[in-house]
């Protein structure tokens, strides 16, 4: 529902498909839970390329995710 650039709006359909994989993937192994960093991490990169929106909310919820991936990858 945002007013996006089309170059915003293609890194943010990246951003959503990589949260689509962690949520769909239901890590269960260690390599599953690395999947889900790297996924994380790529998301990262295209959420700090995108330059017309407020980045702050976006940012925290995804570190927020990749902190409870690295947890359960820490107890594997």
């Not at 390329?49 to 990858?73: A, Q, Y």
């Amino acid at each position: 529902g945002m007013n996006l650039s089309p170059s915003d709006r293609e890194k943010a359909d990246t951003i959503i498909e990589k949260l689509e994989k962690i949520r769909l993937r239901n890590a269960d192994t260690k390599k599953e839970f690395e999947k889900n960093i790297e996924d994380t991490l790529k998301a990262v990169d295209k959420l700090i390329e995108m330059t017309g929106i407020d980045r702050t909310s976006l940012r925290l919820k995804l570190d927020e995710i990749m902190r409870i991936n690295e947890v359960r990858w820490s107890r594997m």
